[in-house]
């Protein structure tokens, strides 16, 4: 084992964005590098720590038995090393920091312009990047990746993440002007009789309304699945499919798209909202500005609803 004096850090960063993603393309876009610095990063840390660290498999790149070993160690380790260059001197004003906030489509488009127009106020050079959450990607995603997420009440998150609940919004049914159901009563079996456009965050839909309906023994028909919230939106106006969503975006794009809502006739309890964080960053007086400034923009968009 060499020296620590001998050590390039970075190395270790490396290792921990390769253990995170298990492939060598997606570790190097984590830590920004190209793909041939990552392999010959993975190259140095095999000579480092006289071991394979990962093989190849059908499956991807698996890790060794020592690779596993090194992993909690080396993630505390890089805790501690943050927590050492964390300032407790903030000024917005001053501040160069690269904030990566983590959210869906919904809530970029829901809250993502009253939240960069009081960050950009305060902070003007400062940077916020904006990373889309997609299925379990909190949990695939190193600590040191995750700045802040935007999560609901069903978002996977890892262990130990700070949550601060930040407000609800109730689901809403959403169809065409033109649709046969504009003017009527929406019912259960009306609800069930047309298709259905969803969201989806990876994999099927997984939502309180099919949760509700199995309960119930009974499913909707799926007509129209995308990851983008607006192309659902565009489907539906020229469609007879329903949208089931929360109302901020698909109101104030109600004219443009000739939309109407009416309540959904299932007990579908309102999504709660929260700010989620990583340990490292609690006491960081930097994250704890953007938090708070985050919330409060998030907060004052809920309350027009």
Request: hydrophobic content about 40%.
């Amino acid at each position: 084992m060499a020296a620590l004096s001998q050590i390039d850090f970075k190395l270790l960063l490396c290792l921990n964005a390769l253990l995170t993603c298990k492939n060598v393309s997606r570790a190097a876009d984590e830590m920004h590098m190209s793909q041939p610095a990552m392999s010959r990063s993975l190259a140095k840390l095999r000579e480092l720590f006289d071991d394979p660290l990962f093989i190849r498999s059908s499956h991807g790149m698996e890790p060794t038995a020592r690779a596993i070993e090194l992993s909690q160690p080396l993630q505390c380790t890089l805790d501690q090393l943050s927590s050492l260059l964390i300032s407790q001197d903030f000024s917005a004003e001053h501040c160069l920091r690269n904030f990566r906030l983590h959210m869906s489509c919904y809530a970029s488009q829901a809250h993502l312009a009253s939240i960069a127009s009081a960050f950009y106020a305060q902070a003007p050079k400062a940077q916020l990047e904006i990373i889309d959450i997609r299925g379990k990607s909190l949990q695939h995603q190193s600590v040191q990746a995750i700045d802040l997420a935007f999560v609901n009440h069903t978002t996977f998150l890892p262990d130990n993440f700070h949550q601060l609940y930040v407000g609800n919004e109730k689901m809403y049914c959403f169809m065409s002007a033109e649709h046969p159901m504009a003017d009527k009563a929406l019912d259960l079996q009306s609800f069930l009789r047309y298709p259905h456009a969803v969201v989806t965050l990876g994999g099927g839909p997984n939502t309180p309304i099919e949760s509700e309906l199995c309960s119930m023994g009974k499913s909707r028909k799926i007509g129209f699945r995308t990851p983008h919230y607006i192309s659902a939106l565009e489907v539906v106006t020229k469609s007879e499919m329903f949208f089931s969503t929360p109302p901020i975006v698909p109101q104030g794009f109600a004219k443009q798209f000739n939309l109407v809502s009416k309540e959904i006739p299932l007990q579908i309890p309102a999504y709660r909202y929260y700010l989620s964080w990583p340990p490292t960053l609690h006491k960081d007086p930097a994250h704890q500005w953007l938090r708070e400034l985050c919330a409060k923009a998030i907060r004052a968009n809920l309350n027009t609803i």
